[in-house]
């Protein structure tokens, strides 16, 4: 089994390959930024793919547009826009769903069915907010002479998680979502998604949780969030409070995948403040033996 991250163009995933080349299940990181401004990264946005069905966990700022790429450039059709059907958000700060807007409304008029969107309570009137924000654009497109496939694809299908267990189990693909510690959020969310290949595990923002080390023992991938501890170890007293309190320290992170021992951890949304990002990856690999990747943008993962 190969779970380093490789090139989409080595990937087998060229332009006008049938829908029987995504069976296999694949990871997507879409966006692995932080809400610190970053050219080189979008904000949190991980795709899980299988058997032609894209899963999208959070959709932070510029992740339409990296899904955009993918479909375009690689001919992975089903992270076109128009094509996810599936949304799962982890909670709602602003560095994981700037671009729901975004994905509700890019070519909506062509969707035949309205995007599914499971996420923490908070997400229907989110959802209701971007409504009106986008109701002179809705009302106008809907008035004229051109084809809507289905009027209501301009608004989400949204279902609110009410506690942990399965938010989704059709098609052979299960997810689980299990509650995570993050600052001041009362419903903050990982999941857990098991296909009949590989079994995938996304903290979302936590800080060193025992419950996603339960989630994660033996799982093929987990996704985490990470703070480099040089880059914290550096800052104000009352900010390295805040941020052990919301996030997790590399050394707590290693000791987390050293006991859950999954195939691959992949660190995304890593806050490093002046240090360099690799002082992640270097400070991790100093305490867990495991295999262990810095995702950037565009990696995949089967």
Known sequence: MNLRPIPLLLFGLSAGMSGAALAETNIVML??????????????GVAVIHDDEAYVFDVGAGVVER????????????????NIEHLFLTHLHSDHVLDYPELLATYWWRRSDPLQVIGPQGTQ??????????AEDTQTRLADKSPVTNPDAAYADVTEIE???????????????????????DRAYGFKVTTPDKTVVISG??????EVQRQAEGADILVHEVIS???WEELPEQWQA??????????????????????LLVLYHVLHYGAPIESALV????????????????????
Do not use: K
Request: charged fraction near 20%; proline fraction near 6%.
């Open 67 to 82: 899904a955009t790429q993918v479909a375009e450039r690689h001919g992975i059709e089903p992270l076109s826009p128009i």
């Open 229 to 231: 501890r040089s880059g």
């Open 31 to 44: 966006g692995t930024g932080t809400p610190v401004p970053d050219g080189e990264r979008a904000g949190a």
């Open 163 to 185: 506690g942990p267990g399965v938010v989704f189990d059709e098609d052979g693909v299960r997810i689980e979502a299990f509650p995570v510690t993050h600052g001041h959020w």
């Open 205 to 210: 923002d936590t800080s060193l949780n025992d």
């Open 242 to 263: 805040y941020h052990q309190y919301a996030h997790t320290l590399t050394d707590e992170l290693a000791g987390l995948a050293t006991a859950a021992e999954p195939d």
């Open 125 to 134: 009137a989110m959802s209701d907010g971007i409504y009106t924000m986008l």
């Open 283 to 302: 400070e991790v690999q100093q305490q867990y033996d495991g295999e262990v990747v810095l995702a950037d943008d565009l990696d995949v993962y089967h």
